[in-house]
């Protein structure tokens, strides 16, 4: 249910608040936000897959960030893991706590930013509910979305043997947020400001990678995004299916920007590997496969690297650099 117990005389009411911001981004399924639940039409033959995150302000992101690469990243972050899926999205709940000092120049900003997110992903907003919170401000979002029935690639679906690959680049978010923390860093100094501004960009808005889901559903065994790091993700994964694996740190595809910066601080390899928000997509397949697959992800826009090979049932989970065993000490971001 929408429901926002503020009453200050310069803000909209909650009624004139749905109205002005959420109710033009609702899909068919909200039922213009003029009821307290949404309907979707079952689908023959698919899956429903559902997943829900929530980012807070000084946690998942600053609080002077803009409001719109706030909203963007809420969406981004949850249409991630169904990417991951192979699952095409249907729509999206929105719980939004809003502290004491929101005004309503940031909450449309917010909204447009959502809007841009919601329309960019053909992932409408069906409803949700906002609420007043003392602080700070906090955003969840439920994604709903979709894939064949009994298609969808877990966890737990690894087998020895098979390549491990990821998309996309690793480490940009994670050397963006360290840009965004210290901007004088030795490191920083080899990077152009183009370079700046593609590492910042990735840590504000996260590119689910959703054009994979054909290629992910033709070809991937287990899958997961790569939201806490990929060594610790990739540990999670493998724990998950009861094997063990190489990862081979020297493979990890890297950006330019990032190459940069790893070039003059080769420390940050591991960092890059370790530091999370990356939001691409880490899958197993058969070696017989690696080709064909990676082929048709590059088809759809999106490259995908080979970086290890999943071991057998006992055996342990190597991280790997210049051919040598080496210990990673903390593999992801943990909240607790």
């Given amino acids: 249910m929408w429901r926002l117990a503020i009453s200050t005389p310069s803000r909209p009411s909650e009624d004139d608040l749905i109205a002005r911001y959420f109710r033009p981004m609702a ?3 909200g039922m213009a936000l003029l009821d307290d639940a949404a309907r979707l039409p079952g689908e023959a033959g698919r899956d429903l897959v559902l997943k829900v995150d929530a980012i807070v302000a000084g946690v998942h992101f600053f609080p002077d960030d803009p409001p719109e690469a706030i909203a963007w990243k809420a969406l981004a972050v ?12 249907r729509g999206f709940l929105l719980a939004l706590a809003l502290p004491p000092d929101w005004t309503e120049e940031w909450l449309a900003a917010f909204s447009r930013g959502l809007n841009d997110g919601a329309a960019a992903t053909g992932c409408p907003l069906l409803g949700g509910d906002t609420v007043k919170t003392p602080g700070p401000l ?14 969808m690639p877990v966890r737990m679906a690894a087998h020895e043997g098979d390549a491990i690959l990821v998309s996309g680049a690793i480490g940009d978010a994670a050397l963006g947020l360290a840009l965004r923390l210290d901007a004088a860093q030795p490191w920083a100094a ?14 504000l808005r996260p590119q689910p990678r959703l054009a994979l889901a054909p290629a992910l559903l ?9 939201s806490d790091g990929l060594v610790g993700d990739l540990r999670k994964l493998l724990a998950a299916s009861n094997l063990g694996g190489t990862l081979e ?12 910066a790893v070039a003059r601080e080769p420390t940050l390899l591991e960092r890059a590997a370790t530091g999370g ?60």
């Fill in 78 to 89: 949850n249409l991630s893991d169904l990417a991951a899926k192979g699952a095409a999205p």
């Fill in 27 to 29: 899909g068919e399924g």
């Fill in 249 to 260: 740190l020297d493979r990890v595809p890297l950006s330019e920007a990032a190459a940069a």
């Fill in 218 to 226: 033709a070809h991937a065994r287990a899958s997961m995004d790569v």
């Fill in 190 to 203: 080899a990077l152009d400001s183009g370079q700046r501004a593609h590492l910042l960009d990735r840590y």
């Fill in 138 to 151: 906090t955003i969840s979002i439920t994604a709903l979305g979709s894939v064949p029935a009994g298609r």
């Fill in 277 to 336: 928000d990356d939001y691409e997509v880490l899958c197993t397949v058969r070696p017989s496969e690696v080709a064909e697959f990676q082929s048709r992800c590059a088809s759809l826009g999106v490259p995908m690297t080979l970086i290890g090979f999943v071991g057998g049932a006992g055996q342990p989970f190597e991280v790997r650099r210049g051919g040598e065993p080496i210990a990673i000490s903390r593999g992801s971001f943990s909240h607790f």
